[in-house]
């Protein structure tokens, strides 16, 4: 256990240990402003010693970068001010973080009824195979999108956070050009192949680097699984994996963090590697785990009203242990409890707390 707890450096990135609180969406920011409650929350977890925190997904400068108007924005000075107020809070209390940084593309209507200004867009109009929601982006709303992409990582460096992250995964924007069935395009952003279909990824990316210099450390999401499909593979081999992540790091990013719903799970038959090992093992890049560590059941369940309780560690370990990534994301264990990574330091297991949907319902 000792050596989750040892300090990790890259770049701009000088943490005191190697868990990372993972990303996740809480709408708690009404018109799109953080306010003192969730910087207080951030705080608990960086005060409960969570080495780096990244924050939940906040969406870019485009008119339909959101189907949730309570979804904090990563733009314009209200939500700027919040978000300093945010660092600040967690850097006092001696822990650090990054935005992560989103644009949902194609979505479906918020249950709520509420509808961004202009309609959704992304590459070719639809998030999921039969479902067109939204528009296909013109080559001035691409340019255009990217350069939000540069701003909100310029102003994530500006404010003092220590990192950023760019959301490629989940079936959001980024993830919907990657993906054959939401990627018709027949243009330069399009292509038959996984390589070809990076293009719009890798110019992100190339923008986000040009904008905070080449000390500042980028993470980039991604997942295999879709919404629609959790089977869903768009890398089915080692080679298809490394054609998609190759260009990715050349252009600029310094930590894969690789979405699984189970980190125990093999990505490939013939090795008990998981995503962010192969990610690892292809790139030479360092890399985040992440899937339902420390609990019984998957994350996606909790959104079904699932509860988990409180699992080993043990092969999470073991796999740390021979070095298949760097860095591990707690999702839930840390929505319930701030002081997880505490108790986990001090072999205080009998204290860890299951996670039950009411957690989803505050920030606690």
């Known amino acids: 256990m000792n050596k989750l707890f040892q300090p990790f450096s890259l770049k701009s990135l000088n943490i005191k240990n190697r868990i990372v609180m993972a990303p996740m969406t809480r709408s708690f920011s009404p018109n799109g402003v953080p306010g003192d409650n969730v910087a207080a929350y951030y705080q608990r977890r960086a005060q409960g010693e969570v080495g780096l925190i990244l924050s939940e997904g906040t969406v870019i400068n485009r008119p339909a970068s959101s189907n949730d108007p309570n979804i904090p924005r990563f733009h314009g000075d209200s939500s700027l001010n919040g978000w300093q107020k945010v660092i600040n809070s967690v850097h006092a209390a001696g822990g650090s973080m990054g935005p992560q940084i989103w644009h949902q ?20 109009g639809i998030n999921r195979p039969g479902n067109t929601n939204g528009l296909a982006m013109s080559d001035k709303n691409i340019a255009d999108t990217i350069a939000a992409f540069g701003d909100a990582a310029a102003d994530a460096k500006r404010l003092g956070f220590d990192t950023v992250e760019i959301h490629g995964a989940h079936t959001y924007l980024i993830d919907q050009f990657f993906n054959a069935d939401t990627n018709l395009r ?6 038959k192949t996984l390589a070809e279909r990076t293009r719009f990824a890798v110019e992100v990316i190339k923008e986000v680097r040009s904008r905070v210099g080449e000390d500042f450390a980028i993470i980039i999401r991604l997942s295999q699984w879709k919404g629609y499909d959790y089977s869903y593979k768009m890398a089915k081999t080692p080679e298809e994996m490394e054609s998609w992540l190759t260009p990715l790091a050349d252009a600029g990013v310094d930590i894969f963090h ?5 980190f125990w799970e093999p990505e490939f038959e013939g090795s008990d590697l998981n995503f962010a090992g192969w990610a690892k093992k292809l790139t030479g890049k360092a890399s985040i785990t992440v899937g339902s560590v420390g609990l019984s059941g998957e994350f996606m369940a909790a959104f079904r009203g699932e509860s988990s309780d409180p699992a080993s560690l043990d092969e999470l370990l073991r796999r740390f242990d021979r070095g298949d990534f760097d860095l591990v994301a707690v999702g839930r264990p840390l929505l319930a409890d701030a002081d997880w990574v505490k108790k986990i330091k001090e072999d205080r297991t009998s204290e860890l707390k299951g996670f039950a949907k009411e957690a989803l319902a505050e920030l606690l």
Not at 105 to 124: K, Q, R
Not at 186 to 191: L, N, R
Not at 258 to 262: E, K, V, Y
């Open 258 to 262: 690789a979405s699984q719903r189970r």
């Open 105 to 124: 593309g194609v979505m479906d209507n918020h249950h709520s009824g509420w509808l961004p200004l202009t309609p959704f867009e992304g590459p070719s």
């Open 186 to 191: 027949t243009d330069k952003y399009g292509g």
